[in-house]
């Protein structure tokens, strides 16, 4: 199994060790996002070029806040 090695921010470490619980390890946190995106990588590889890091970043983004809100808005309509 690979052990990559890399920098991160500070401030996105601290946010990433806001996101664990007690006890739990970043690593997990780290695995997660990278499953997350190898899942959206294939799909988005469809209107972007894999270099456009940024470009795909916010699409993700949008998606994602646009997904919540008709999520929300679904289940506040049917109460």
Not at 1 to 14: G, H, L, Y
Not at 42 to 71: M, N, S
Request: hydrophobic fraction near 35%.
């Amino acid at each position: 199994m690979a052990k990559p090695s890399f920098n991160i921010d500070d401030e996105v470490e601290e946010w990433v060790s806001s996101r664990l619980i007690a006890g739990q390890s970043k690593s997990v946190w780290y695995r997660y996002a990278v499953k997350s995106i190898m899942q959206c990588d294939p799909v988005i590889d469809e209107i972007f070029e894999r270099y456009q890091y940024d470009e795909r970043q916010e699409f993700i983004e949008e998606a994602v806040k646009r997904e919540v809100e008709r999520r929300k808005n679904e289940v506040n309509g049917g109460n």
